[in-house]
């Protein structure tokens, strides 16, 4: 069955970077498209970026673009997104999600499997 699981949370200084990994199973991750979402305390889950694995096109929102990078290593099932010049406001638990190619939009109600996440904290 699909899996998906983070890593690389932890406690990170303002203007600091972090390493998620989401290693997957169970499918083929060139037919999937793969996003990390994230959520703050008391807010709802909101997009941070996702990858088309087939043909490498990605997307970023706003709040992010220009800081975090996505990327995947499809040798060993793996997407990565690198964090840097993190924020306070970058806090929440990530998580990994994946939909098939032909349904893919990069949006929290797009994905069909998620990871439990993994927490990232920004001290100021």
């Known amino acids: 069955q699909v899996q998906l699981v983070e890593s690389g949370g932890g406690l990170v200084q303002f203007g600091g970077s972090l390493r998620l990994s989401c290693a997957t199973s169970g499918f083929t991750l060139d037919d999937y498209a793969i996003g990390w979402f994230r959520q703050a305390p008391g807010k709802e889950r909101e997009g941070v970026s996702c990858?088309?694995?087939?043909?490498?096109?990605?997307f970023y929102y706003d709040s992010v673009e220009g800081r975090f990078t996505i990327s995947t290593d499809n040798a060993k099932n793996t997407v990565y997104l690198q964090m840097n010049s993190l924020k306070p406001e970058d806090t929440a638990v990530y998580y990994c999600?994946?939909?098939?190619?032909?349904?893919?939009?990069?949006?929290?109600?797009?994905?069909?499997?998620w990871g439990k996440g993994t927490l990232v904290t920004i001290s100021s």
């Open positions: 990858i088309s694995s087939f043909d490498g096109r990605t």
């Open positions: 999600a994946a939909v098939p190619l032909r349904k893919y939009v990069c949006s929290v109600g797009g994905m069909d499997y």
